[in-house]
């Protein structure tokens, strides 16, 4: 009975956040290679968007650094650090060799939201306001 048991308890999921199961990756009784996920979680406590961003206004922005954002159709402004900014630039031309192909130079950026309210949600569209340009 006890080898019965460590099997049973070896066919539990277990997740090591708090969450909501957003999707089911495998149907019951199918076979998971090793690390294969079986479920995604999202944790709704903990909302985030990320951003694109020209490589003239990376400068001006830094890991921990505040930024506000709005629902669309929403008055209400959502505080968000950044948590990590990309050292590599995304949506790049092959060759960016003219001002205007460097131009389409394009950095992640993840922001955290606070948001005791749970309006912000998965999908959602937000508008994150960033710095003004220096003079």
């Known amino acids: 009975m006890d080898g019965w048991r460590a099997t049973a308890n070896d066919l539990v999921l277990v997740a090591p956040v708090d969450g909501v199961v957003s999707s089911r990756n495998v149907e019951p009784g199918e076979v998971m290679a090793a690390g294969q996920s079986a479920v995604t979680i999202g944790q709704p406590a903990r909302p985030w968007a990320r951003i694109y961003v020209s490589q003239f206004m990376l400068p001006r922005l830094r890991a921990g650094d505040t930024l506000w954002a709005r629902l669309d159709g929403d008055t209400t402004a959502f ?31 993840k922001i955290e939201f606070r948001d005791t309210t749970q309006r912000l949600r998965a999908g959602l569209p937000i508008t994150v306001t960033l710095p003004p340009s220096a003079p």
Do not use: Y
């Not at 900014?85 to 995304?90: F, G, L, R």
């Not at 949506?91 to 389409?104: G, I, K």
């Open 79 to 109: 505080a968000g650090r950044i948590s990590a900014i990309a050292s590599k630039a995304e949506f790049t031309p092959r060759v960016a060799l003219t001002e205007q192909e460097r131009e389409d130079l394009l950095f992640g950026v």
